[in-house]
């Protein structure tokens, strides 16, 4: 996975400057830092299953946290076979998080909102192709 | 009133009209009695932002029958020539004072909610008494942003719409109609979303609800 970097001004809770898996993410914080909305790049990773020895073999880290709205966003714009991998990963958060509030935005929804921004000559950067980089966490 | 054909050469792209002028005045007029109503006895100012509002806020304005003032907002949109700006720019500030007013936000269209929460957060940074949303066109699928809004006049599917102040590259603002539009490498609008446009969600079977009363 290529990890791109960013001219973004905000930080991981950590203090460290976010590293994006994917350009469409980098383009979205763009978009949240222009419309001056704060956000935070995976600051929570919620576990879904655990051992029977209590270890974590699985969780779900939402790409981003919008504070003011207190929602997660997670962006699934490359390799849409993903989608109902991400889907079923978020039912289960709802499940056992049912006070989080999360919002899954897919390859067509990124597509139509850089069109709607005058960006299609960009989408194929922004979006990639079906099956390039990897949106999987 | 003529309708032109999606087959004319001077109007390319354009498809199917999605609501008409006879339908929008309708939806418009019941609109402005419920505003009317919700707001009778209180110090009420429209506020819009332009271009895309101009056609609706002229139409609403006047189908409002207590006393109102209006003014209008402009700010720079997300797009390649702006966003190595880094931030928006607010072009036009609003030049009547709204602190301690009641103020009814009006929109032409509202999906994502990314720019009416920023102009949301301004205008409430002036400290009215209310600040509610009046809201044409709601394209609830594209939501990003939660949002509240009191008046809405149709809940539309997933499809990009011009005319009646809505343009496309600054063209065919002037439709006295919504329509569809089909330009050139634009993603095509999911099957499975419903063709139908339907006014919004009522209080009761008319058109013309007020989901809820400023406070």
């Avoid at chain 1, 949240?32 to 299953?49: A, G, K, M, N, R």
């Avoid at chain 2, 009778?40 to 609706?56: E, R, S, T, Y």
């Avoid at chain 2, 997300?78 to 190595?84: T, V």
């Avoid at chain 2, 394209?139 to 499809?159: K, Q, S, T, W």
């Amino acid at each position: 996975m290529t990890a791109h970097a960013s001219s973004i001004t905000h930080r991981r809770p950590n203090g460290d400057p976010p590293h994006f898996a994917h350009p469409s993410e980098e383009e979205f914080a763009r978009l949240l830092d222009f419309y001056h909305i704060p956000w935070e790049y995976e600051p929570t990773s919620f576990v879904l299953e655990r051992d029977k020895d209590g270890n974590v073999i699985e969780a779900f880290s939402p790409d981003f946290y919008l504070v003011d709205q207190d929602l997660y966003i997670e962006l699934t714009t490359a390799r849409q076979k993903l989608i109902p991998h991400k889907r079923r990963k978020i039912r289960r958060l709802q499940e056992l998080y049912p006070n989080v509030h999360i919002k899954l935005i897919n390859r067509e929804d990124f597509g139509k909102m850089l069109h709607k921004y005058g960006l299609e000559d960009e989408a194929p950067n922004l979006v990639g192709t079906v099956d390039n980089g990897d949106g999987e966490k | 009133m003529a309708v032109p054909s999606q087959e004319s050469p001077e109007l390319p792209h354009l498809g199917d009209v999605l609501i008409s002028p006879d339908r929008l005045q309708a939806r418009v007029q019941a609109l402005g009695a419920a505003i009317s109503d919700a707001y009778a006895g209180k110090d009420l100012i429209l506020v819009g932002v332009l271009k895309g509002v101009l056609c609706f806020m002229a139409d609403l304005l006047r189908a409002i029958t207590i006393p109102v003032e209006v003014d209008f907002l402009s700010i720079s949109g997300y797009g390649p020539g702006e966003r190595g700006h880094g931030e928006v720019r607010l072009l036009k500030d609003l030049e009547r004072p709204v602190e301690g007013r009641h103020v009814l936000f009006v929109e032409d269209i509202v999906d994502t909610g990314l720019s009416l929460a920023y102009l949301l957060r301004h205008i409430r940074s002036r400290e009215p008494a209310t600040l509610e949303v009046c809201a044409l066109l709601d394209r609830p699928r594209r939501r990003i942003m939660p949002l509240n809004m009191c008046f809405v006049g149709f809940e539309m599917p997933d499809v990009w719409v011009v005319g009646y102040g809505m343009d496309y590259r600054e063209r065919y603002r002037n439709l006295p109609y919504i329509a569809v539009l089909h330009p050139p490498g634009r993603p095509e609008v999911s099957s499975e979303q419903s063709e139908v446009i339907v006014p919004a969600q009522c209080a009761d079977d008319s058109e013309a609800e007020n989901k809820t009363p400023p406070g």
